[in-house]
């Protein structure tokens, strides 16, 4: 799954549960196995790139991707 949809996804989770609507404990754990999917794979990523510019993306993304995991655990 790409980034942005992952992270809108995401999002949405952490929205419906504020406004007080329930969520299926399914979506949940699918959410929280394609975060971990898309953390390994940047973590990966970092590990061969060498270009600046496109590590700092990378760091970023991984920084959304684990804000993600921990909200996703507290669901």
Same mark, same amino acid.
């Not at 790409?2 to 754990?29: C, M, Q, W, Y």
């Not at 990378?58 to 804000?67: I, N, Y």
């Given at each position: ?6 992270? %809108? ?30 953390? %390994? ?7 061969? %790139? ?26």
């Amino acid at each position: 799954m790409k980034f942005e949809k992952l992270d %809108s996804a995401a999002e949405n989770l952490v929205r419906k549960t504020a406004k007080g609507k329930k969520i299926k404990p399914e979506k949940v754990k699918k959410l929280q196995q394609l975060l971990g999917e898309k953390k %390994s794979a940047y973590e990966e990523k970092l590990k061969t %790139s060498m270009e600046p510019g496109k590590r700092e993306k990378l760091e970023m993304r991984l920084k959304v991707v684990e804000a993600h995991i921990e909200k996703a655990n507290q669901l």
